[in-house]
């Protein structure tokens, strides 16, 4: 918490012979991320370059034969419902892991190529065969639209062809410019016949002049951006040449449905096996690109790399069961700007689960602070104030717990879980339930429950209160801002600068926004806290200037006073940036209130039920149309205000709070690591 997992320098000498089952296990385990090992008599790079090509061969066979089965099974599977459809991306069908045990690297090869070239050959030739197909559909196709715009014309396509003395161009034109072209055709080029074909808003027209004629022709119907037009190949009549297109189309059509089907069933019987064996690859490949890291003698391998202090009691068993004891293994804790081991976040829960966004800033260096922990909570608030509608942190509540953690992961389920809590909060606290459905205030159209009434202001009414709210979190997020970047300056040394810049700034916040309400007359104090404000925000300032000027060296340090000074305004245009939670709360509440207003406020209480039978289901099918339009409308509103509210609520964490003293500028930690799902090891050996 706070900061990155713990991690060690680690150094491994081991026999040779000992590598590849030590490197599988170590893959196996997920603990270890190689690093590029040293070159010097007498060891000697590792040399695998010659298995990893049949590997990385055998990888694109499989890819390509996965593709082309995959989507012959998907063109199956689209006759089905759509609620199978849905059901199936929600909840993709679960396999049995297959048990795997396949010895050396020379053996997963040969198990893999048998089942690679087993229906290689067939399932390409199957898939040239449908892109084939496909492009001559295209290409049919095309021709088919263009000839069913010459149909009105009832001669043979080769009466155009372009002879010794006439020739044809056919065109399409708008019709705005048919008669300016008309005219400077005839002006320009004598004789000349121009005839519209077929279109409306845009119209297919044909040209027809002297052979010589023809580049004066061109140019006037490039002057009035004209599209030429090559005719088909065809001689027949355009009738006669569309049945036989139809024709030649529904051919192909019968063979591409042959092929699918012998796809489709190569698929049944095959694609899982393919998958299983494209796995093993892709581990195999992994191993063999980590054991290239390596540098080794004819009989011994050395190795280095990064792993968590807590993981090498676990290296060390496992090297001691891979080699009989015949290893030697050395650790060393990093530490000092020497050291740059990659970076591995640790984070409980359910604070882990806004881990993705610290990453897509950046992952933090090694020596800096992990503000994770701090994202959580303030990303959740911020979310909820740009919604402030409890009914809709509700849906996304629910949404995200039972659908997102399956479809997107759990980690990006259980973030936008927690947001929606925090919308739920905001949206209890203004009063907002699908706007005012139920009750708020005196627009309201439901029971008058004291439970929908807002505890606190209705936004609408009083959205001074919100802004200050919104104001306030600000200030105190950028506050949290520089108490973590005192954090992060012990992190790298340099705690005293760190406390007399950030603590500086964190008395220039408190006590100016202090100083600021009563001197603007905002407020009243009196004269302690005057005093007390007006003497801290002053030693504030000072502290700051001081502090700019430490971090400076040499004539630079001269710096240090105006940067400050300026930063100070860039401070309170970071705080007034906090008012969007502000305008993002107002607008999905004043949306919400639009669309309950219009339809129940408006339509639905304009209808009149009557009292006969025809007026009754008048009146029925309208409230079902309302309440369909009402659900739609709403979820609208709240889509859109979900993903305007996240961008924002992100802009919010990465320009004001990261920005005061994050870096991250760290790599990921990323260890060898077996990435199985159709696949478990059992045994010794491969595969493992």
């Known amino acids: 918490m706070f900061k990155p997992r713990a991690m060690s320098k680690v150094r491994l000498l081991l026999l040779d012979s000992d590598t590849e089952r030590f490197t599988r296990e170590i893959q196996e385990l997920g603990l270890v991320e190689f690093t590029k090992s040293p070159v010097q008599e007498p060891l000697e790079e590792s040399q695998v370059g010659e298995l990893t090509g049949d590997i990385g061969e055998l990888q694109a066979k499989a890819e390509r034969m996965i593709g082309i089965l995959e989507d012959a099974r998907s063109e199956r599977e689209e006759k089905g419902s759509l609620v199978d459809r849905v059901r199936g991306m929600i909840e993709p069908e679960a396999l049995e892991p297959r048990e ?20 290689y050959e067939e399932v390409e030739r199957l898939g040239n065969s449908l892109e084939r197909i496909s492009d001559q559909t295209a290409a049919l196709k095309q021709d088919l639209s263009l000839i069913r715009e010459l149909l009105p014309v009832k001669v043979p396509l080769r009466v155009f062809r372009e002879s010794e003395l006439t020739g044809a161009v056919f065109f399409h034109i708008s019709p705005e410019t048919l008669e300016p072209f008309t005219a400077g ?23 027809m002049c002297l052979s010589e004629e023809r580049t004066k022709l061109l140019t006037q119907i490039h002057r009035f951006e004209g599209e030429i037009v090559e005719l088909p190949s065809y001689d027949d009549s355009p009738r006669e040449v569309e049945a036989r297109i139809e024709k030649e189309l ?92 990659p970076t591995s976040l640790e984070n409980p829960k359910p604070f882990s689960s806004f881990e993705w966004i610290t990453k897509m ?25 740009c919604l402030t509608d409890a009914g809709y942190g509700i849906i996304l509540a629910l949404v995200s717990f039972f659908i997102l953690r399956k479809a997107w992961g759990k980690e990006l389920g259980t973030a936008f879980t927690l947001c929606g809590l ?45 802004l200050v709210l919104a104001l306030m979190m600000g200030i105190v997020h950028l506050m949290l801002g520089h108490v973590t970047a005192i954090m992060s300056s012990a992190r790298k040394g340099k705690l005293l600068s760190g406390i007399i810049t950030h603590v ?42 001081i502090g700019y000027t430490l971090e400076r060296e040499g004539s ?35 949306n919400a209130l639009l669309i309950d207003y219009i339809i129940v406020g408006i339509v639905w209480q304009g209808l009149e039920s009557g009292g006969g039978f025809v007026q009754i289901l008048i009146f029925a099918i309208a409230s079902v149309g309302l309440a369909i339009g009402f659900v739609l409308l709403h979820l609208v509103n709240m889509g859109l205000n979900c993903l305007t509210g996240f961008v924002h609520t992100m ?19 990323e260890p060898l690591r077996a990435e199985r799902s159709l696949t478990r090891a059992v045994g010794g050996g491969a595969g493992r």
């Open 185 to 207: 055709a005839k002006g320009s080029i004598d004789p000349v016949e121009v005839r519209v074909i077929s279109g409306t808003t845009e119209l297919l027209v044909m040209a």
């Open 422 to 466: 925090g919308t739920i909060l905001m949206g209890w606290l203004t009063g907002g339930w699908f706007g005012n459905i139920f009750l708020s205030g005196e627009y309201g159209y439901g029971p008058q429950l004291k439970i929908f009434e807002a505890p606190w202001i209705n936004p609408i009414e009083d959205p001074v209160s919100l």
């Open 651 to 669: 802009r919010l964490e990465f320009a004001e709070y990261f920005g005061k003293f994050y870096e991250g500028d760290g790599d990921e930690f």
């Open 504 to 545: 500086g700034w964190l008395l220039s916040l408190s006590f100016g926004t202090i100083f600021i309400l009563w001197f603007l007359e905002i407020t009243t104090a009196n004269a302690f806290w005057k005093a007390v404000s007006s003497y801290g925000a002053g030693i504030g300032v000072a502290m700051g200037v």
């Open 250 to 341: 529904s051919d192909i059509e019968e063979e591409r449905s042959g092929i699918t089907e012998r796809i489709f069933d190569i698929a049944s019987e095959k694609l899982e096996d393919l998958k299983v064996t494209l796995e093993i690859l892709e581990i195999e490949s992994h191993r063999l690109d980590s054991m290239a890291l390596l540098s080794r003698t004819e009989s011994v391998a050395y190795m280095e790399g990064w792993i968590p202090e807590r993981d090498l009691t676990r290296l060390d068993e496992a090297a001691s069961s891979c080699t009989d004891g015949r290893y030697v293994l050395r650790s060393s804790t990093a530490s000092g700007d020497g050291d740059d081991p």
């Open 100 to 119: 795997v045990n396949l010895g050396s690297a020379d053996e997963q090869l040969e198990w893999c190529s048998e089942r690679v070239n087993e229906v």
């Open 361 to 385: 800033y950046g992952m933090p260096n090694y020596h800096e602070v992990d503000p994770t922990i701090f994202v959580a909570p303030t990303f959740a608030v911020f979310f909820g104030t």
């Open 556 to 590: 630079a340090r001269v710096a240090g006073v105006p940067q400050f000074l300026y930063d100070i305004l860039g401070h309170v245009a970071d705080v007034i940036s906090y008012s969007r939670l502000l305008a993002l709360g107002i607008s999905t509440g004043v």
